[in-house]
């Protein structure tokens, strides 16, 4: 039972275009996501998170949108950098309760932003 | 400042044996995560601790267990090593739940 589905495993945009990478989840007690950028053979590395509570948060470059209703969030990355060519990762976070501390991860999508 | 280490970066081990892997949070932090990385089942979740406490456990086998000590470093172990268990273990970090984690560059254990 995947809780947290990436369904584009890759994605390939070209430098100084719009990155739009998508996460969807079934969960609705989840009420803090997040997401990773990870290269191979290293740790995954925070990007940026939003809160339930919200619907848009900003960092820079990337912006998360999440839609509760849908149970769907997306990153945008504005401009994309050949640099940005990774594997991005969104997981979902239920601070409260059992589940503390216990990130569940989509299965990753793999960005390529060509030059 | 320091980030989230874990040792040793690589591991070879044969089946049957058993694992020590060992990870030291950034100073401060006291929740301290693992979860495995496969090509097949992505980033999966081990188990947490939290002031020495396992607050919360994965669905894995019980040849995997873990630690944490007074200093908030953390230990996990796998008993009889299977081929299946060949992954990146990584270690995460955080000041409680609700501040996001960093994790460390992690282990590759290869089980031959």
């Known amino acids: 039972d995947q809780q947290v589905k990436q369904n584009s495993p890759s994605l390939s945009v070209q430098e100084g275009r719009i990155s739009i990478l998508n996460c969807d989840y079934t969960n609705s007690m989840f009420d803090y996501f997040l997401w990773y950028k990870k290269y191979p053979a290293e740790g995954p590395t925070f990007l940026i998170s939003i809160s339930s509570i919200k619907d848009k948060n900003e960092d820079g470059r990337f912006t998360v949108f999440l839609n509760k209703s849908a149970k769907h969030l997306s990153l945008h990355i504005v401009p994309s950098q050949p640099g940005d060519s990774a594997v991005y990762f969104c997981?979902?976070?239920?601070?409260?309760?059992?589940?503390?501390?216990?990130?569940?991860f989509g299965q990753g999508t793999t960005l390529q932003v060509k030059p | 400042k320091a980030g989230v280490t874990q040792t040793p970066r690589y591991l070879i081990k044969t089946r049957g044996q058993q694992v020590t892997l060992s990870c030291s949070p950034i100073?401060?932090?006291?929740?301290v995560s693992w979860y495995q990385q496969t090509p097949g089942q992505g980033l999966q979740f081990l188990f947490e601790?939290?002031?020495?406490?396992?607050?919360n456990k994965g669905n894995f086998p019980g040849r995997f267990s873990g630690r944490q000590f007074s200093n908030s470093r953390s230990e996990m172990n796998v008993s009889t090593l299977e081929l299946g268990d060949s992954a990146l273990y990584l270690c995460?970090?955080?000041?409680?739940?609700?501040?996001?984690?960093?994790f460390g560059s992690g282990t590759r254990l290869t089980v031959v």
């Open positions: 995460a970090s955080s000041w409680g739940p609700d501040y996001g984690y960093t």
């Open positions: 601790y939290f002031s020495e406490t396992q607050r």
């Open positions: 997981a979902a976070n239920h601070p409260l309760g059992s589940n503390t501390g216990k990130l569940i």
């Open positions: 100073s401060g932090h006291r929740s």
